[in-house]
């Protein structure tokens, strides 16, 4: 972390929610006799600097060493991958261009950055490109050096993934089941009930979790999204077949995500012909499906259980009444009256509340950094 990094999050935090130890200073005696910046410099496969601001992109450019981070990449031979994040006239700064040109001569690559809104309320190029593609671009030079430290220690962390895992955050090699979408309860061959539910929120949990290195799998309900890479799916149709799927898989599992919109009642009955619609009013008779997220909860042996509560009003009073009724130890609250959120939406807003009364509210953000966030949370809570 260099100096500017730590204005923003401390090493403490960085290296609790990574689980990795964090360097940061040069003329450290204990550091260095831990692993002295040389060393850090021959250890590393591959550098990436994200994000990177227009002070260190230019000292890299100019060869300066002046603190930890600028002396190991001078003194490193690793491939160094560079994900600028400035403000846009800046970015746009013939003095910035002139250091991108000389790092991209050196075979540096600089990933982004993207247009859009900045912290400063400024419009253009300069915002960090999201963490995912970041990491999609780490990951295909992995494969295409061959880089086998990196290899090996994803295959430990994370066995079975197909080269998508991220190893050294705390839910590496953790297995993690969750479900998403909606259930479809059949009324007869033709007609169902169910809820609204885009399965967008579970999947992106699901890609987050298996970038962190966790192994992940999905039951997911009828959706017309793709299953992330490296993440083990079964479809589903029913409440009924959702709970099987889940007894079926929530054995030796860390952490259970109940983040499907279950129906809550089935028909009683299902009609085996299509009904005829011959009377003006007609009635159903509808039975309870059984509560799959309190079922987990309910078990001698179990995982560290995490729920989703959509609620159009009383948001947190409904919330935590679920999370002490259910017996969860992480609920994720989110507010159904914004129509713009939640749902169909490729953003959300979310209030997370753990068991021992603490909060935290996520701003309006997009699915996947939700995800990441809400995975953060529960890696600190494990
Ligand atoms: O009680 P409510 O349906 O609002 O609770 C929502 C939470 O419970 C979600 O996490 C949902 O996935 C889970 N749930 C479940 N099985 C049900 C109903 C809800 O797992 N039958």
């Known amino acids: 972390m260099s100096e500017a990094a730590k204005n923003f999050i401390t090493p403490m935090t960085m290296q609790a929610v990574s689980g990795n130890p964090v360097h940061h200073q040069l003329f450290d005696c204990q550091a260095e006799a831990a692993m002295g910046h040389i060393e850090l410099a021959k250890w590393a496969d591959i550098i990436l600097i994200a994000p990177a601001t227009a002070n260190s992109l230019s000292k890299i450019a100019l060869g300066l060493a002046d603190d930890l981070l600028s002396t190991l990449i001078l003194a490193s031979t690793a491939k160094l991958l560079i994900a600028p994040a400035m403000n846009q006239q800046m970015w746009a700064n013939s003095a910035i261009m002139n250091n991108v040109e000389q790092l991209k001569k050196r075979n540096i690559t600089i990933i982004g950055p993207e247009q859009g809104e900045q912290a400063c309320g400024d419009i253009g190029f300069g915002r960090m490109s999201e963490p995912l593609q970041i ?14 430290s990196i290899a090996e220690r994803l295959k430990q962390t994370a066995p079975g993934l197909s ?144 729920g989703f509560a959509a609620e159009s009003q009383n948001v947190k009073e409904f919330a935590r009444k679920k999370l002490i009724n259910k017996k969860l130890d992480l609920i994720c609250a989110n507010d159904i009256s914004q129509s713009s959120l939640g749902f169909n939406s490729e953003y959300n807003e979310i209030l997370i509340l753990n068991k021992n009364n603490q909060e935290t509210k996520l701003p309006v953000a997009s699915k996947i950094n939700i995800a990441a966030s809400i995975l953060t949370e529960i890696s600190l809570n494990l």
Not at 135 to 148: D, R
Not at 186 to 202: E, L, Q, T, Y
Not at 286 to 302: E, F, G, H, M, P
Request: some cysteine.
């Open 135 to 148: 990491v999609e671009q780490v990951l295909s030079l992995v494969n295409e050096l061959g880089v086998s």
């Open 163 to 306: 080269g998508t895992g991220l190893s050294g955050t705390g839910l590496a090699g953790k297995s993690i089941l969750i479900t998403a979408g909606p259930t479809l309860e059949a009324i007869d061959p033709v007609r169902f009930i169910s809820n609204h539910s885009s399965g967008k929120m579970g999947y992106a949990l699901a890609q987050v979790a298996v970038a962190a290195g966790a192994r992940v799998t999905l039951v997911s309900g009828p959706v017309s999204l793709k299953a992330p890479q490296g993440v083990s799916l079964t479809s589903v149709m029913s409440a009924k077949d959702m709970l099987d799927a889940v007894k079926q898989h929530v054995d030796n599992c860390d952490v259970f995500i109940g983040c499907a919109a279950v129906a809550d009642y089935a028909p009683c009955e299902v009609a085996k012909q299509k009904i005829k619609k011959n009377d003006e009013e007609m009635q159903i008779s509808l039975k309870r499906n059984t509560d799959i997220l309190a079922w987990v909860a309910a078990q001698a042996s179990r995982p560290f259980v995490v």
